[in-house]
């Protein structure tokens, strides 16, 4: 059984930042990709940043330049580093992968809880 933990949200004031974990915890062998996605009140959950195994990397125009997303394979655990946050930023952030490998075969999709992120002066 695989799970996603997050952890690292919180309150911040505009231009600060904050980093998010996620570790995935489970008999994995790997994950192809890691990666966040957001959901503010009254509106859909978005794409923030993906990574893949390899390192690929693409983030959303809305937080290019100031998010920087990171992972460790060894811990399957992925990071990400949000700097000079902004209102806009605020919502609950979700942790996502995608195939994972593990004894029983490939799983598909996963999601974490979600941990809020709120910034605000």
């Known amino acids: 059984q695989v799970q996603l933990v997050e952890s690292g949200g919180g309150s911040v004031q505009p231009g600060e930042s904050l980093r998010l974990s996620c570790a995935a915890s489970?008999?994995?062998?790997?994950?192809?990709?890691m990666g966040w996605y957001r959901q503010a009140p009254g509106k859909q959950r978005e794409f923030v940043a993906t990574m893949s195994r390899s390192g690929n990397i693409d983030y959303s125009d809305s937080v290019k330049g100031r998010f920087t997303i990171s992972r460790d394979n060894n811990k399957h655990t992925a990071y990400l580093q949000m700097n000079d946050l902004k209102p806009e930023d605020t919502a609950i952030y979700y942790c996502?992968?995608?195939?994972?490998?593990?004894?029983?075969?490939?799983?598909?999709?996963?999601w974490g809880q979600g941990t809020q992120v709120t910034v605000s002066s």
């Open positions: 996502y992968t995608e195939r994972i490998a593990t004894p029983q075969g490939i799983s598909g999709d996963h």
């Open positions: 489970g008999n994995i062998f790997s994950i192809r990709l």
